[in-house]
């Protein structure tokens, strides 16, 4: 009687804890030798607790793309929209502006916006042999040249953007003139991160034209391919 006892609070403690329990069970006072009995229970919320989660994680992962790509369409449609707000009421285009900009201070030049206040202004960048900016603004009703002031910031980046275009053929203007194809343009800039090339902003989406070229692709985000790379690189080491 006494060893039932014993084995039964043996096994609920089994099943409280789980593993491995021995068990010493005597035969009370009949003088027999007393046995061992083992008692193996296995824990079931262990198990689940250690199952693979390899399934969920995936699926988390694949909800994470469709939100990030949702995302970027988001971003891509409300750039459209600002870039056509910008352009309305702007008869002067990209290129007509840097010419304008360029007969009054000669140079080289390396961007040039509409703004988006409302102004109607295109702000054009040029930068002299020696690597000094001026910052030229053009009516984009006109044309005519409203203000032209030398940027007396003391960095390098006039001379950066001379080195990037060294032996490029395909000037700022030219490059406005190509991206056309692909909308009104409202910006072009020198890209220099990484292999340097023309960056258009239009009103149907972002596009690089080539230094040498001419030629007209659609820009991707460095940034969001970095972060995707790095999204994969994570999943393949779990």
Known sequence: MKR?????????AALIGGGTVAAYAGSGDDGASPRQS??????????????PKDDTDDRDDAQDDRDDARDDRDDARDDREEAAAQ?????????EAIAAA????????????????????WEVT?????????????????????SDR???????????DLAA???STVDAREAAEAAAAKGTVVEIDLDDD???????????????????????????????????????NDRDDD
């Open 4 to 12: 039932n006892i014993v084995l039964a609070t043996v096994a609920a």
């Open 38 to 51: 083992d008692v193996r229970v296995a824990d079931d919320r262990d198990d689940r607790d250690d199952a």
């Open 87 to 95: 352009a309305r009421g702007a008869d002067v285009t990209a290129a």
């Open 102 to 121: 360029l007969e009054r201070t000669p140079g080289t030049a390396v961007s040039a916006e509409l703004d988006d206040d409302g102004s109607r202004v």
């Open 126 to 146: 040029v930068v002299k042999a020696d690597g000094t900016e001026h910052d030229v603004r053009v009516s984009a009703g006109d044309g005519k040249v409203l």
């Open 150 to 160: 030398r940027d007396d910031d003391d960095d390098d980046d006039g001379r950066r």
């Open 165 to 167: 275009l060294k032996g």
């Open 194 to 232: 990484g292999p340097a090339v023309w960056k258009a902003e239009t009103t149907k989406g972002e596009w690089n034209v080539d230094l040498k070229s001419g030629a007209v692709t659609a820009h991707h985000d460095d940034a969001g391919q970095d972060d995707d790379r790095d999204d994969r």
